[in-house]
């Protein structure tokens, strides 16, 4: 069984990712969404919230592309979380030049510290290049629409917690 990894924040859940885990799906027979606790980026949304937000996302892919998806909150290092889950496989979304100089690095040292995990980067497809998560926050508190970047209940949630 080949087991992928795809680690984030998600906060929140974009239309981006979701294009990922889609694609991701057809590399992997279980997929696991690596829901990653960064206190210092500040979340918006609690480490709940962004769990049960990609639960409900993933509880339809899993049932359209026929891979078993697993959400797992992380706060170790990603080669250890990798390690935790079973995981052959490291799935990175690019989205432009700039994402690609910090993952290579992060290739680099994830190799020395265990060489046996390869990663495997998917390019964004062209509409969803210009999601971060970061700019739809931002948007959105601007009271900007963000609808078009990620799901309605994700929508929903962003103007529940921002008004």
């Known amino acids: 069984m080949r087991t992928g990894l795809y680690p984030g924040t998600f906060d929140p859940v974009t239309l981006g990712h979701i294009d990922i885990i889609r694609r991701a799906c057809a590399l992997v027979d279980k997929l696991v969404i690596g829901v990653a606790i960064n206190r210092d980026k500040g979340p918006l949304f609690s480490l709940e919230e962004r769990v049960a937000m990609i639960e409900q996302i993933c509880a339809e892919l899993s049932e359209?592309?026929?891979t078993e998806i697993v959400v797992h909150p992380f706060e170790n290092l990603l080669i250890n979380c990798a390690r935790d889950?079973?995981?052959?496989i490291i799935i990175r979304g690019l989205r432009a030049v700039a994402d690609f100089e910090y993952e290579y690095q992060m290739v680099g040292m994830n190799r020395v510290?265990?060489?046996s995990i390869e990663t495997v980067f998917l390019m964004a497809e062209a509409q969803h290049q210009a999601i971060a998560s970061k700019?739809?926050?931002?948007?959105?508190?601007?009271?900007?629409d963000v609808s078009h970047f990620v799901t309605p209940d994700v929508n929903a949630a962003l103007i529940e917690r921002l008004r």
């Open 64 to 66: 359209q592309t026929g």
């Open 85 to 88: 889950v079973g995981a052959q």
């Open 113 to 115: 510290l265990d060489n």
């Open 135 to 144: 700019l739809v926050k931002e948007i959105a508190r601007l009271d900007g």
